[in-house]
């Protein structure tokens, strides 16, 4: 953050100052520089303003006292008193700008949209069920193969994530800003829009993540797209072609949309798919440009989302030929290919899991070269609502329609850990299935079956911890 101060803060949240200041610090408290936001209390240094948000299980409000000997400035919603029996002390630390808020949260939000207000180059939002990270770091990727451009940390896309991520955009000179959106509640894009306020916008696919919240594909459909909500009349959001339910609403929209995918009819066209020379290549096709990409992450979901990255270059009429030359290195943060001592391959796509991403973590490892045997490694999904059983039941009916060239199945063996998961191995009648619920026995299970030359995924919702399993298997 640059050239925010105490005031500033108070202004901008309707703020207020409690606890004892002396009359003649007020002024220089007043003036005190943010340069950093912080959530976490063991976190908090000199010019960082403290955010005690209360979670499910900690209230930050009872660490007020020890940020208060790191910075000078907190933000808290509760009163002194409350705060003094939280943290079981006698007396706040004198002289420090605690800043009462109604709400903390709704307060970071309104920090986040004034540093976004001040940022004059181009906000890309990015959203979907699947996808999203892969698709903010390839549209990222492309647009610094033209010109400066900040993009989200890591999986910084919620609701306190985005306001943290908003807080920086303006650190360094950029033409453009990739922000990655998710949402799992009635109204979360709402909040994020409100302080993003996206110029254009990017939706990956509809699936089943967050159904236990949003009750339907169709709900979270229309969550998703007021991403468009804030835009302006000039505003632009691209829709992938491939999503039926995202094709179907194209042109009901209050901004213009434009699709991409695989259809012939669709804006922007990926033609001619096919793994060659250790690349995904296509062409990519909009009325009469045609660019080859050569795409080193692999996958059809992967094309997709390198071509909506294509399709903003175009839009914002940058160089397509650098675009996709940049894709050729490209080195996603999400689906890592890792080597063994025995000679068998890992892939590893353990972060988070829903029926769409891992129907398409099954097509990659159905689509890569082998030399030896194609084993997925399949757990738990959550947040999938009162249908979980039969969303991980569509999973293995799945497995049971992909085949190779040959008419073999795609897959030679499928292991599933965990409780619900084992609907997706009860599902499968073409390939040997083993469950497990002990994770014990099932790493030593997986360590006797690989042979060199076999190639191994795993995925699984994030509360399954399936890189713990990696790193005991590899």
């Known amino acids: 953050m640059k050239n925010i101060t105490v005031r500033d803060i108070l202004k901008v949240t309707s703020g207020h100052l409690i606890g004892k200041i002396n009359d003649d610090y007020r002024e220089e408290l007043l003036n005190y520089s943010i340069e950093e936001l912080e959530v976490d209390s063991r976190k908090v240094k000199e010019n960082t303003l403290f955010v005690a948000i209360p979670g499910e299980n900690v209230d930050p409000h009872k660490f007020v006292p020890q940020a208060a000997g790191n910075t000078k400035a907190i933000?808290?919603?509760?009163?002194?008193?409350?705060?003094?029996?939280?943290?079981?002390?006698?007396?706040?630390?004198?002289?420090?700008?605690?800043?009462?808020?109604?709400?903390?949260?709704?307060?970071?939000?309104?920090?986040?949209?004034?540093?976004?207000?001040?940022?004059?180059?181009?906000?890309?939002?990015?959203?979907?069920?699947?996808?999203?990270?892969?698709?903010?770091?390839?549209?990222?990727?492309?647009?610094?193969?033209?010109?400066?451009?900040?993009?989200?940390?890591?999986?910084?896309?919620?609701?306190?994530?985005?306001?943290?991520?908003?807080?920086?955009?303006?650190?360094?000179?950029?033409?453009?800003?990739?922000i990655e959106m998710g949402i799992s509640e009635p109204g979360g894009m709402d909040k994020l829009t409100a302080m993003a306020k996206p110029d254009l916008a990017a939706v990956t696919i509809i699936g089943s993540a967050h159904i236990e919240f949003l009750k339907s594909k169709e709900g979270i459909r229309d969550e998703k797209l007021r991403i468009t909500g804030r835009m302006k009349e000039d505003g632009v959001v691209f829709l992938n072609a491939d999503d039926p339910l995202l094709f179907a609403i194209k042109d009901s929209l209050s901004v213009k949309a434009y699709t991409y995918g695989t259809r012939a009819d669709a804006d922007y066209v990926a033609e001619n798919i096919r793994f060659e020379n250790g690349f995904n290549s296509y062409t990519f096709v909009h009325g009469d440009?045609?660019?080859?990409?050569?795409?080193?992450?692999?996958?059809?979901?992967?094309?997709?989302?390198?071509?909506?990255?294509m399709a903003v270059c175009d839009h914002l009429g940058l160089d397509l030929s650098k675009a996709a030359s940049s894709f050729e290195n490209f080195q996603g943060l999400r689906q890592k290919v890792l080597g063994s001592e025995k000679g068998f391959t890992i892939i590893d796509d353990s972060y988070n899991a829903s029926t769409d991403s891992m129907k398409a973590a099954i097509n990659v490892l159905k689509d890569i070269s082998v030399t030896g045997r194609r084993v997925a490694v399949l757990g738990d999904m959550f947040e999938l609502g009162p249908d979980s059983v039969l969303f991980h039941k569509e999973v293995g009916e799945y497995i049971n329609t992909l085949r190779l060239g040959d008419g073999k199945p795609a897959l030679d063996m499928l292991v599933t850990i965990g409780d619900t998961?084992?609907?997706?191995?009860?599902?499968?009648?073409?390939i040997p299935t083993v469950h497990f619920t002990d994770r014990k026995e099932a790493v030593k299970y997986i360590?006797?079956?690989?042979?060199?030359?076999?190639?191994?995924?795993?995925k699984a919702s994030n509360g399954m911890k399936f890189w713990e399993l990696i790193e005991e298997i590899k």
Do not use: W
């Open 289 to 309: 440009k045609r660019v080859l990409v050569n795409l080193s992450a692999l996958g059809k979901h992967n094309v997709l989302n390198s071509l909506v990255a």
């Open 75 to 178: 933000l808290v919603e509760q009163e002194e008193d409350t705060i003094r029996a939280k943290a079981d002390v006698d007396f706040l630390p004198d002289n420090i700008a605690y800043i009462k808020v109604d709400n903390t949260l709704d307060a970071l939000q309104k920090i986040g949209g004034y540093v976004r207000s001040q940022y004059q180059g181009k906000v890309i939002g990015v959203t979907g069920s699947v996808g999203k990270t892969t698709t903010r770091e390839m549209i990222t990727t492309a647009l610094r193969s033209n010109a400066p451009t900040f993009s989200t940390d890591g999986n910084m896309n919620s609701q306190i994530g985005v306001a943290l991520t908003l807080s920086h955009i303006m650190d360094k000179s950029t033409d453009y800003a990739v």
């Open 421 to 430: 998961s084992k609907n997706i191995s009860d599902a499968i009648n073409c």
């Open 447 to 458: 360590k006797d079956y690989l042979k060199p030359g076999d190639v191994i995924t795993f």
